[in-house]
């Protein structure tokens, strides 16, 4: 699959996959399924290591990948509830953040 029809497959414009891909920003856990579908695969391969890279993994991200697969598992409107959930805190943290860039280029 190209870029091009990945970006019409998810519904994303040019620039911002852009971003994503350079990881000059992080895409919404819904971008991320999105994605995953468009891709045929599941959104838990994203986080899954490879034999190369199992001695990597701290109990943490054995820990998220166990949920992702939970979240994969879920229906459509458990799974949007979730989503929206998780989109919702890294938005308030990304906010929170820009917040004190600016109160600190301030001082």
Known sequence: M????????????????SR???????PS??????????LG???????EADDNNLDDINSYDASLMEKVKTIEELNADEK???????????GKKKLKDALSNVLHDVK
């Open 29 to 38: 856990l819904t971008t991320l399924e999105k994605i995953a579908k468009a």
């Open 20 to 26: 994503i891909e350079t990881g000059k920003a992080e």
């Open 80 to 90: 949007k509830m979730v989503f929206a959930f998780v989109d919702a805190l890294v």
């Open 41 to 47: 695969v599941k959104l838990v391969d994203f986080f």
């Open 2 to 17: 190209s870029q091009k029809e990945l970006i019409t497959a998810v519904g994303l414009g040019a620039p911002m996959y």
